[in-house]
Structures are given as structure tokens and as C-alpha cells.
Antibody, heavy 120, light 107 residues
Framework: QVTLKESGPALVKPTQTLTLTCTLSGFSVTTSGMRVSWIRQPPGKALEWLARIDWDGDKFYSTSLKTRLTISKDTSKNQVVLTMTNMDPVDTATYYC????????????WGQGTLVTVSS | DIQMTQSPSSLSASVGDRVTITCRASQSIVSYLNWYQQKPGKAPKLLIYTASSLQSGVPSRFSGSGSGTDFTLTISSLQPEDFATYYCQQSYTVPDSFGQGTKVEIK
């Protein structure tokens, strides 16, 4: 069974760096064709795609956030990590990770999401 | 970047109604358009991929159509469990992008 699970702090202060981890189960991030994305959703608002890492190490970022984002993978733990610098209250959101593949380039499945609140 | 625009932003409908949601891309995305359903407090769920292919396990009352820049999600007979927010998403090119969502409410 393919699952993803997000983890990280529930609360961060403004200007701090956020680190989120997506733990994968039932598939490997290094398997040819695999893609893992991060997507966020502020309370009551729409989904926003943030970043993607592919099985071969290729990385892609949101145009508006690319200076603040870094995506990486820990193959030994089968995890994908997202860091976002200089956090602001407008970054308060539920953060999801989701899988796609080169042959099935749509998000399925998704993790359950983790709510991150930015507040002093 | 490709912009995705959904309409309407919200709608009220009754059980049994036929519901249509539209999604327009700012440039051609061929058929690289996916639809998701999201219920409060839950992660989005894939309904339709590549514009018209029904995800396994999704009821056949859901259907998708379109190509190029204009796409449609149709629910042929709205059921109580279909009251939710629906999002389109283009996977034609990175960065991926979503529509702003359409909330389907009970009339």
C-alpha cells in the first residue's frame, strides 16, 4: 500500500526556517519515474504547488517561492524533506506531500497533511 | 507560469441535480488536466486524470471533458456525499498549478 506521511513543527516563529519531512511507504523515492511534490493550503484558501523532486534528483520549484525553498531526499530513510526559510504568518497553512510518476503525472495518493502556524 | 481559472467559485445545488464546473488554462495544456475533490479537514482525492479518465473507485456519475484550454467536470446526479470543494490542476509543465476551487453546497 502506497502512503505518505508529513511531519514537522506545528508552530514556528516569524523569520525562522521550517523543515518538513514526508515519509514514504510502499514505494521508493529512487525508483525510476517516481516524483514527490509538496503542496500547501492556507486555511480556507486554494491549493498551491510548492516543489517537486524526481527519482533522478531533478528538482523544481514554485516561481514565486523558489528563493525560499529547498527540496531534498534522504534515500536511506525513504523521505523527502522541504525547507522554507524566512517564515511569515502568511505561510500558515496545511502542508501536503503527494506522489506522481512520469507515466501517471497526477497527485495520488496524498499525505494527510500537517498544519503549520507561523506566529510569535 | 500557467494560470488556471475555475468557475463558478461556488454553487448551490440539490441532490439529483446535474452540476458542471469549468476550468480554463491560460495556454494550451493539451489534455494534461486533473480534477480533485476535497472535503473539510481532509486531503484532496483524485477524481479524473488527463481530462477524462476516471480514477479507479470513483463513481461513474463523475465525468470530465475538454482539451486545449477549456475543461469541464460534470456530476450527472449530485449525491449527498458529493458536497465538497473541487479543484482542477494542470500537469502539462512545471510549475504545476491549481484552480482556485469550486465549492459545491447544498441548496
Amino acid at each position: 500500500q502506497v502512503t505518505l506521511k508529513e511531519s514537522g513543527p506545528a508552530l514556528v516563529k516569524p523569520t525562522q526556517t521550517l523543515t518538513l519531512t514526508c515519509t514514504l511507504s510502499g514505494f521508493s523515492v529512487t525508483t525510476s519515474g517516481m516524483r514527490v511534490s509538496w503542496i500547501r493550503q492556507p486555511p480556507g484558501k486554494a491549493l498551491e504547488w510548492l516543489a517537486r523532486i524526481d527519482w533522478d534528483g531533478d528538482k523544481f520549484y514554485s516561481t514565486s517561492l523558489k528563493t525560499r525553498l529547498t527540496i531534498s531526499k534522504d534515500t536511506s530513510k525513504n523521505q523527502v524533506v522541504l525547507t522554507m526559510t524566512n517564515m511569515d504568518p502568511v505561510d500558515t497553512a496545511t502542508y501536503y506531500c503527494a506522489r506522481a510518476t512520469t507515466r501517471a503525472n497526477w497527485f495520488d495518493p496524498w499525505g494527510q497533511g500537517t498544519l503549520v502556524t507561523v506566529s510569535s | 507560469d500557467i494560470q488556471m481559472t475555475q468557475s463558478p467559485s461556488s454553487l448551490s445545488a440539490s441532490v439529483g441535480d446535474r452540476v458542471t464546473i469549468t476550468c480554463r488554462a491560460s495556454q494550451s495544456i493539451v489534455s494534461y488536466l486533473n480534477w480533485y475533490q476535497q472535503k473539510p479537514g481532509k486531503a484532496p482525492k483524485l477524481l479524473i486524470y488527463t481530462a477524462s479518465s476516471l480514477q479507479s473507485g470513483v463513481p461513474s456519475r463523475f465525468s470530465g471533458s475538454g482539451s486545449g484550454t477549456d475543461f469541464t467536470l460534470t456530476i450527472s446526479s449530485l449525491q449527498p456525499e458529493d458536497f465538497a470543494t473541487y479543484y482542477c490542476q494542470q500537469s502539462y509543465t512545471v510549475p504545476d498549478s491549481f484552480g482556485q476551487g469550486t465549492k459545491v453546497e447544498i441548496k
